[in-house]
């Protein structure tokens, strides 16, 4: 084969490999020409996300969304599907209550770009419609909290629109509604500190916009503290300046996550005095008394419960 040949096989072969790739590239919308479509856009043309897209049009959000600096947490069809299993509804109930369905899409949306390399881990996220909700690394996943203590997988992340950026969910996130004396309630082992609190008189408190903190003593923590003052559990809760002092020594004027607590700082509580937390979340009162926070960030509409093996005591 002369030079000839040679040269003009080469030039044949450049022009398919320089088809090829332009060809993948418009595949994928990485072509210079196409316009990046924007959030609404984005899901629109994904088949997985046609239910978001539903509701998003029926709660009158599209313009919303289609504008700004945002980030969309999405909920896939599956998300969906899931949710009207667990509130036992249908599709179109749901999508006719425009008030439940703006409060539980406008919690999925931030009003800014966050790419998953500047996700706050572990910290409090507040999306546009209020509330907060938290992400943490899982292995190398990540995975949300959401207001109701539920969780929820991103399965996929950065995923660029016009205006944002979108990270795709397994399950559609709703915000807190109990505050903390509901949640309290509604846990078996919070049953004597929610006797206490209704002894007090800080049920109204505890029910307020706060928000607040609250370190909650189990059951047996407050059984142990019987035992180490020597009285009863009616005698206790009868002593309302005492148990008053005592539970407004637990609570915190302010949302302290986990990943928040100042380690090896005084932090001062609602009672007036202070106590401090070390590395291993272990409290010292007061009284050089030790309690270990054995869970933590059990989310509420108006803070966050850390839950504590002992009694903290002022002085």
């Known amino acids: 084969m002369n030079s000839t040949s040679l040269l003009n096989r080469r030039t044949i072969l450049m022009a398919a490999a320089v088809g090829a790739s332009a060809t993948l590239l418009q595949a994928c919308g990485g072509g210079d020409d196409e316009p990046q479509r924007n959030i609404v856009e984005l899901a629109q043309s994904n088949p997985d996300l046609s239910i978001l897209v539903e509701a998003v049009v029926a709660a009158g959000l599209a313009p919303t969304l289609s504008t700004g600096s945002l980030t969309v947490f999405a909920p896939t069809n599956a998300a969906f599907a899931a949710l009207l299993t667990e509130l036992g509804v249908t599709k179109d109930a749901l999508l006719a209550n425009k008030t439940l369905l703006t409060a539980v899409l406008t919690y999925h949306v931030l009003g800014t770009t966050v790419p998953r390399a500047s996700v706050p881990l572990g910290k409090a996220i507040t999306p546009v419609g209020g509330g907060f909700f938290k992400v943490e690394a899982s292995g190398t996943a990540l995975r949300i909290t959401d207001g109701r203590n539920r969780t929820s997988n991103i399965t996929a992340t950065d995923i660029q629109a016009s205006n944002g950026v979108v990270h795709l969910v397994d399950k559609v996130l709703l915000p807190a509604d109990k505050n903390i004396v509901a949640t309290a309630s509604a846990l078996p082992d919070f049953s004597i500190l929610v006797e ?19 370190f909650a003593p189990t059951n047996a923590a407050f059984a142990a503290l019987l035992t180490e003052l020597g009285v009863t559990k009616e005698a206790l809760l009868a002593n309302t300046a005492l148990l008053t002092s005592v539970l407004t020594y637990h609570v915190v004027p302010s949302r302290v996550l986990k990943a928040d607590v100042p380690v090896n700082t005084a932090i001062t509580t609602v009672q007036g005095q202070t106590f401090t937390i070390n590395a291993s979340l272990a409290i010292t009162d007061s009284r050089g008394r030790q309690s270990s926070i054995v869970a933590t960030d059990v989310f509420t509409s108006n803070g966050v419960i850390h839950v504590v093996d002992k009694v903290l005591l002022p002085r």
């Open 196 to 214: 206490a609190v209704v002894a007090a008189g800080l049920v109204p408190t505890l029910q307020g916009a706060g928000p607040f903190t609250v």
